[in-house]
């Protein structure tokens, strides 16, 4: 039982150049997540899937967009990446936060130079 | 949109010791209130977790206590262990079950535990 994973682990991106973020979950969970962490910050929500064929904004989505793809996957997208979204990224899902809480996928470290 | 605070940013304790880590939250209909361990290099993980129906909750050396009126819920560690040493989130929420959307945890800056022999 692989839970939620993600790639790539790691990335290096360039100023402007684009890339996604993929996410997979096997525990038919109906909601995922995107998280980004900062040093200081904690865990800010991007956008966020309440159920297959619906997206939501969170508190930071300007510079990212997101699909999901069916009930297992979802993607995030930077079209253009900026310095200033070098992060950690976190994908989440869970059946509803209080039933169980969430459960995260390892991380994936992208620098933008 | 909710606000959650959390303090202090970095906690050192002696091993044995007690450690108490504290959050508090704006908006009132939150309902859900979950607690995660963060060790270096690795995902978020649940601890414990509480709802606002009830006061306080107990899980072996680690609990966590709510005060809906103050609306602050601290986290509690007796007896720590090197092993404890981590970034603690609190987060909190307001259950899907009543809203019929997702539950959007929002999440407190994190507190650096360091257990020290």
């Known amino acids: 039982n692989a839970g939620v994973t993600q790639t790539p682990k790691f990335q290096v991106l360039k100023t402007g150049q684009s890339m996604t973020l993929q996410c997979a979950q096997d525990m038919n969970h109906n909601s995922m997540y995107w998280y980004r962490q900062d040093p200081g910050m904690g865990l800010r929500l991007i956008y966020y899937?309440?159920?297959?064929?619906?997206?939501d904004k969170g508190e930071v989505p300007n510079g990212y967009n997101v699909s999901r793809l069916n009930k297992r996957e979802f993607s995030l997208r930077l079209e253009s990446a900026a310095p200033s979204q070098t992060s950690v990224y976190f994908c989440a899902s869970s059946e509803g936060a209080d039933l169980g809480g969430y459960t995260f996928g390892s991380g994936t470290r992208l620098t933008v130079v | 949109g909710e606000n959650v605070e959390q303090h202090p940013s970095t906690l050192s304790v002696q091993e044995g010791d007690s450690a108490v880590i504290k959050c508090t939250y704006s908006d009132s209909a939150s309902n859900y209130f979950p607690w995660y361990k963060q060790e270096l290099g690795k995902r978020p993980q649940l601890i414990i977790d509480i709802r606002s129906n009830v006061g306080e909750k107990k899980d072996q050396r680690i609990a966590v206590t709510l005060n809906k009126t103050a609306k602050h819920f601290s986290l509690h560690i007796t007896e720590t262990q090197p092993e404890d040493s981590a970034v603690y989130f609190c987060?909190?929420?307001?259950?899907?079950?009543?809203?019929?959307?997702?539950?959007?945890?929002?999440f407190g800056t994190g507190t650096r535990l360091q257990v020290t022999l």
């Open positions: 987060a909190a929420s307001l259950s899907a079950l009543n809203t019929g959307t997702a539950s959007k945890l929002t």
């Open positions: 899937s309440a159920s297959e064929g619906t997206t």
